[in-house]
């Protein structure tokens, strides 16, 4: 990785669809590294638009979106000679991005913590048993004796990364070592309040009421499955002023109900309906997202998608559940 970094002058970063807080933090925490390094040519480029609530993050305004600017993206990936690509194990996961990533010559490096990676890049780091690729990152740059050149501001994405990753520390953060991390990123400079505040305290009051609505109108509850379901089509989206990022973490809400285990979220998107999984305990997200829904992820968090209606993605939802019942 140090050989690629030291004699690499355009640099492209490349993450998965739909960004997420681990896809964003990683990816601009290893661009302001890579910046330090005194790197000119330094590029994000991410398939689609990423959530309100991350946009404050340093150099979120500089993150090139394919969807908006796909001339320029796809020069950006013809011309690198580094491709870093973050978070994502599978091709596939980045949309319309992978023919063009296909195509570059350049010398390509994974970034990635989920499991079964597929060998699409030179040089892999794969390491599942970590909490986030924001603290893969962080570990490889002190694994290259870096660990001087992570500024304030890489370390602010870094930490945002882990944080959203695990839920603020709530599930796949039981490594004593997370919390040295975070000590040292503290001593960067970072203020981890003022990061949950701009991240989890910023939203809209359209979120708020959509949030409401989704609790009270569309959550089904299987309770011989330990299981509860949540439907959103378009149209219940657009009522309330739908913008990207407006149902992260809902998912994530009927794991509050005792007896439930297992949590899903059905959200029909402009192509395609979007669906988000959550467990807990030894119940597989990731093998019931692979199984039946295109997907993948981690054992407690994955996420598919469904190529029909949205009745008929609850049909095949149902049917799977049946199938594979995740009731201990």
């Known amino acids: ?37 005194g790197k ?37 990936i013809r011309e690198a000679d580094v491709i870093f690509c973050l978070d994502f194990n599978e091709l596939k996961r980045i ?13 390509t490096v994974l970034i990635d913590h989920h499991p079964r990676t597929a060998p699409f890049c030179r040089l892999v780091f ?47 953060s039981n490594d004593p070592e997370i919390y040295t991390i975070i000590t040292e990123l503290v001593r960067k400079g970072i203020d981890k309040d003022k990061i949950y505040r701009n991240v989890y305290q910023v939203y809209s009051e359209s979120r708020m009421r959509l949030m409401g609505y989704t609790l009270y109108e569309k ?9 509860a379901l949540i439907t959103l089509s378009l149209e219940e989206l657009n009522r309330f002023n739908y913008v990207t990022g407006d149902t992260e973490g809902f998912v994530n809400l009927p794991l509050n109900i005792k007896g439930v285990e297992f949590a899903v979220l059905i959200r029909e998107d402009s192509d395609f309906i979007k669906i988000s999984f959550r467990s807990v305990g030894n119940f597989s997200c990731n093998k019931f997202a692979s199984t039946y ?31 594979m019942n995740p009731v201990s």
């Not at 140090?2 to 925490?29: C, M, Q, W």
């Not at 480029?45 to 340093?58: A, M, Y």
């Not at 305004?61 to 950006?76: G, N, P």
């Not at 992978?98 to 570059?104: D, K, L, Q």
Request: with cysteine; proline share 4%; net charge negative.
């Open 40 to 76: 000119d040519s330094v590029n994000i480029v991410v398939p689609n638009d990423f959530p309100s609530f991350l946009k404050w993050l340093p150099g979120a305004a500089d993150v090139v979106i394919y969807d908006a600017s796909k001339e320029y993206a796809e020069r950006l």
């Open 219 to 227: 959550m089904k509850i299987y309770p011989e499955r330990h299981t």
């Open 126 to 172: 794969s390491f599942p048993e970590m909490s986030s690729t924001s603290e893969m990152i962080f570990r490889l740059l002190c694994a290259i004796k870096s660990f001087s050149d992570i500024n304030k501001d890489a370390a602010e994405c870094i930490y945002t990364g882990m944080m959203t990753d695990t839920g603020s520390f709530t599930f796949g």
């Open 293 to 323: 829904f295109h997907g993948g992820g981690h054992k407690n968090a994955s996420g598919g998608e469904f190529n029909g209606c949205l009745s008929d993605a609850v049909i095949a939802f149902e049917s799977a559940l049946e199938q």
């Open 1 to 37: 990785m140090s050989t690629y970094i030291n004699k690499g002058e355009r640099f492209v970063i490349i993450t998965h669809v739909t960004p997420d807080g681990d896809a964003i933090g990683s990816s601009l925490g290893l661009f302001h590294f890579l910046s330090v390094m």
């Open 95 to 107: 949309g319309k991005l992978a023919p063009f990533f296909e195509a570059a010559d350049a010398r």
